[in-house]
């Protein structure tokens, strides 16, 4: 799982969350309106495997 905003304090609680349950996750800051930012995290998933989800939970 890749845990993704803007700040570090969310990604960090949810892998701190998922790693609890065994899940392997990471987590990343991005400003997803910067468009060399935003195209740099979504390369990434290609590199390391299949995007079996995406789930959006801004707001």
Request: glycine share 12%; hydrophobic share 50%.
């Amino acid at each position: 799982m890749i845990s993704l905003d803007v700040g570090q304090g969310h990604p960090d609680a949810a892998v701190a969350g998922s790693s609890a349950l065994d899940v392997e996750a990471g987590a990343l800051v991005c400003d997803i309106t910067d468009p060399a930012a935003a195209g740099a995290v979504f390369a990434r998933p290609a590199r390391s495997g299949t995007v079996r989800a995406v789930i959006h939970a801004a707001g």
